[in-house]
């Protein structure tokens, strides 16, 4: 099984109400109803495409392939929230109970974990390539040709803190067989930290974990804060967890949750 093999579309409404209004941000896109009362509650499809484009800078180079721009809104906003997110973690280091040698205090390794896609590694090249009509067959055939670039802002500062002595984690939806592709990915991005099985936790419904109670059947949400569990259990203190998506920051076992945008999908 692949990242996701079925794209779920929520209602609007109940999107909502599992994100918190805490989450969501001014303008975003919020019917009154489940279903629709009138047209007037449903953005334009080919207008948020439009939009999306927009956002992200939208270069397109001489063989038709799509990327964001470094100077796009997007670009902007990933870099404003990988800066505060420094300061966050400078913060807790100069704190107490956080120092590189754990302070004597036995469980207090600092840590960050973040998720892969549209955190760490941007896919607006593929997701654009694709038509943001995902499959599984596509993603495979991306990740095994092609290399994603870093998100803006995000190789620096997760470089920077790995360099502070705070353990870097990824947790990804990605699959267990995709694993060599994405460290292959990782690597030619720039990301310094080490990406072996201790630090890079994909998903393996064939073969689950067995600090994972829902085996096989984990939902992202319980996969994904079950990992967080199984760090925190090494004596790391997770300081911050990065997602694109609300079930990577939801469940607990972290600090901080920091939310990356992403308009360009949504993963229950
Ligand atoms: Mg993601």
Redesign the pocket.
């Known amino acids: 099984m692949s990242r996701r093999s079925v794209r779920t579309v929520l209602p609007l409404v109940a999107v909502a109400a599992l994100a918190g209004t805490a989450f969501f941000g001014v303008g975003q896109a919020t019917a009154e109803h489940a279903v629709p009362r009138s047209d007037k509650e449903i953005p334009n499809l080919d207008q948020v495409k439009t939009k999306i484009e927009a956002y992200y800078g939208d270069i397109e180079t001489g063989d038709g392939e799509h990327y964001a721009s470094p100077r796009g809104n997007y670009a902007k906003q990933t870099r404003g929230i990988a800066a505060k997110a420094r300061k966050d973690i400078e913060r807790d280091l100069h704190g107490h109970g956080h120092h590189r040698d754990g302070g004597g205090h036995g469980k207090s390794r600092p840590a960050i974990v973040l998720?892969?896609?549209?955190?760490t590694l941007l896919t607006y090249n593929f997701e654009r390539r694709i038509g943001y009509n995902f499959s599984p067959e596509a993603q495979d055939d991306y990740l095994r040709t092609e290399d994603m670039a870093p998100v803006f802002g995000m190789r620096k500062f997760v470089n920077w803190a790995h360099d502070k002595g705070v353990t870097v984690f990824l947790v990804t939806?990605r699959a267990e067989y995709q694993r060599d592709w994405s460290v292959r990915n990782l690597k030619k991005a720039g990301y310094d930290m080490p990406v072996d099985k201790e630090h890079f936790f994909l998903k393996d419904e064939k073969n689950p974990p067995a600090y994972l109670e829902c085996g096989s059947d984990c939902t992202t949400v319980e996969y994904k804060s079950g990992t967080r569990a199984h760090i925190e259990d090494q004596g790391y203190d997770i300081l911050a967890n990065f997602?694109?998506?609300y079930s990577?920051l939801a469940g607990g076992h972290a600090a901080r949750e920091v939310k990356l945008p992403?308009p360009m999908y949504y993963l229950p």
């Open positions: 998720d892969v896609d549209d955190t939806g997602g694109d998506q990577d992403n």
